[in-house]
């Protein structure tokens, strides 16, 4: 029986994430530099690369970005793309990362292509991401090898880790969590380096590494300086973390994180709803594995003090489908921040979480 792992507890490590629209550069050039999630959309929070990209992340570090026809349009090294942290609780190349627009929907399929400097490369399991209009957006396509994901990175004398969450391990399996709470003020003065994220999620385990579904409240994400919304999950079968495109979220607006299996289409949805302004970040996951872990929890990065931390959170009326969680409540002692507390106002509806 595997053991379970709870994801990104402790103290770690971020390299802050470059910001800036980027498009695909001359292949001449032999390696760029990627320093924010690579994405189909022509946003300035993303390196854009052309829509019906394939994405080959090979064994020796490199990640070549191919038209469909298997011509070269980048490469690039992973150990030179910027680190960003993603709330699964880990640090990973902006390589690894894809941002694509709400709505969109993950498959794996058989996939073969034939390229220019690595000849055909075959694989059973190909990503394939496409947009809510059915069109295919990227392919990304992993060697058998692939290395894991790192601990979150923290700077020297901070703290990154999971600070304080209420959890469930113990399930058989959940097919629903609906979770609503209010953006809580900002950090009071947080350093440029700082991100925090809240959130409600679910994890499952269809190999060694979990896979966690996570409708995500984010602050100072890739150096935003602002509150942002977006869907999370990952990673995948070729090790990719899925982004759904952020919405504008300000303090005190109030936000739905909802998380269901849809029978229809046999998927695993992922939704964050600003409820006063209507906008929402929703990506379609597939079906990766029977949920069976359930959280609520902030996860910060590259604090040292009160002041980079947001104010009191309340997930409140909290609904779920399939099992229901007995919430036990975790704060890290190793954090450098006063007035933690998880308290477990009503099972399972209601936990404040105390900064």
Same mark, same amino acid.
């Given at each position: 029986?595997?053991?379970?792992? =709870? +994801?990104?507890?402790?103290?770690?490590?971020?390299?802050?994430?470059? #910001?800036?629209?980027?498009?695909?550069?001359?292949?001449?050039?032999?390696y760029v530099v990627i320093n924010a999630p690579l994405s189909p959309e022509e946003r300035e929070d993303v390196y854009h690369i052309p829509p019906g990209s394939i994405v080959y992340h090979s064994a020796d570090g490199i990640t070549t970005i191919y038209t469909p026809n298997g011509k070269? =349009? +980048?490469?690039?090294?992973?150990?030179?793309?910027?680190?960003?942290? #993603?709330?699964a609780g880990v640090s990973v190349p902006a390589t690894y990362i894809t941002q694509s627009p709400s709505g969109s929907r993950v498959t794996y399929e058989p996939f073969k292509f034939h390229t220019k400097d690595r000849g055909l490369i075959v694989t059973e399991k190909a990503t394939k991401i496409y947009g809510p209009n059915g069109r295919l957006l990227l392919t990304i396509v992993s060697s058998t090898e692939q290395p894991k994901h790192s601990s979150l990175a923290t700077k020297s004398g901070r703290y990154s880790g999971w600070v304080e969450k209420a959890y469930e391990t113990n399930a058989n399996w959940f097919v629903g969590f609906t979770a609503y709470w209010d953006c809580p003020s900002s950090p009071p003065s947080p350093d440029s380096c700082v991100v925090d994220f809240l959130f409600n999620a679910f994890q499952c385990y269809p190999g060694d590494d979990a896979v966690i579904l996570q409708p995500v409240l984010e602050w100072n994400q890739c150096g935003s300086g602002c509150w942002t919304g977006a869907a999370w999950w990952g990673p995948d079968e070729n090790n990719q973390y899925h982004r759904g495109s952020p919405i504008n979220v300000n303090v005190g607006n109030s936000l739905e994180g909802k998380i269901?299996?849809?029978?229809?289409?046999?998927?695993?949805?992922?939704?964050?709803?600003?409820?006063?302004?209507?906008?929402?970040?929703l990506l379609c996951a597939g079906n990766p594995g029977n949920m069976v872990d359930a959280f609520v929890a902030l996860e910060v990065v590259n604090v040292d003090d009160d002041n980079d931390v947001p104010g009191d959170t309340d997930f409140h009326d909290m609904t779920f489908m399939g099992d229901t969680p007995t919430w036990i409540e975790d704060v890290d002692p190793n954090a450098p921040l006063t007035g933690l507390d998880v308290e477990i106002v009503s099972q399972p509806e209601r936990v404040k979480l105390q900064n």
């Open positions: 029986m595997k053991t379970k792992k =709870i +994801l990104a507890i402790g103290i770690v490590a971020l390299v802050a994430c470059g #910001v800036g629209l980027a498009i695909a550069q001359d292949p001449s050039k032999e070269i =349009i +980048l490469k690039a090294r992973d150990s030179d793309a910027a680190q960003i942290s #993603v709330p269901w299996w849809d029978p229809s289409y046999q998927v695993w949805m992922i939704r964050i709803l600003n409820q006063d302004t209507g906008s929402s970040s």
